[in-house]
């Protein structure tokens, strides 16, 4: 079952533009992880950030993480068409045992 | 270096028939998932192994469905007798399980279709 929810569910932007994405949960995590996915491909890893840090970088990308509102952010700065695809959190609430949110369906026009 | 391999990458057949589909993941990585994905219901854990066994197969969502694992580098999901409603994108991932989560390394799925 989920337990990530994105939000929203989808976006749509000019190139150049940040994008915001956010991510609610439910039970206590060990660890957050956003995900992109491209059409027709798998998941590709983004960025991990444990329970204990509030915030983490990765290039354009910027993830928030509130452990008190059980919620994340996701960040992507000066985006480029490249970044069209859709974006998932997943909650790790023990070591192997991840859930993936319905994800947010992000579109940078050119 | 080599990322998941599954085969096949699409899949169509009629209902009743047996489906299988094959996972390679990534050497040295210890731990092997399967997902199905539908845009009804999204990502669903369906089975987990960790060094060739299974351990939670919770999320199968019935016994037409097996999971198998018979060595590191090679794992098979099986629906017999399938139905339209498995049609989905069945992923596999895996992933270096140390003491705690790490990312996972996902193929590039199989579109299944039950006509």
């Known amino acids: 079952s989920q337990q990530g929810e994105e939000d929203p569910q989808a976006l749509s932007i000019q190139e150049g533009e940040n994008a915001t994405m956010n991510c609610s949960y439910k039970?206590?995590?060990?660890?957050l992880q956003w995900y992109r996915q491209n059409s027709g491909r798998g998941l590709v890893h983004l960025i991990l950030i444990r329970s204990n840090e509030r915030e983490k970088h990765s290039g354009r990308l910027r993830v928030t993480l509130d452990t008190s509102k059980k919620s994340s952010s996701l960040l992507i700065t000066a985006s480029r068409a490249a970044d069209t695809a859709s974006y998932f959190c997943a909650t790790a609430v023990n070591n192997n045992d991840m859930r993936f949110g319905a994800g947010t369906r992000l579109t940078v026009k050119p | 270096d080599a990322g998941v391999i599954q085969s096949p990458r699409h899949e169509v057949t009629e209902m009743g028939q047996e489906v299988t589909l094959r996972c390679k993941p990534i050497?040295?990585?210890?731990?092997l998932f399967w997902y199905r994905q539908t845009m009804m219901r999204g990502l669903e854990l369906l089975i987990y192994f960790n060094n060739n066994v299974p351990i939670d197969d919770s999320g199968m969502p019935e016994d037409r469905f097996s999971a198998k694992m018979p060595n590191a580098s090679f794992s098979t999901l099986k629906i017999q007798p399938s139905e339209p409603r498995d049609s989905a994108v069945y992923f596999c991932a895996s992933s270096f399980v140390v003491g705690g989560n790490q990312p996972q390394h996902f193929g590039d799925g199989t579109r299944l279709s039950i006509l």
């Open positions: 050497s040295g990585h210890n731990s």
């Open positions: 039970t206590s995590i060990n660890n």
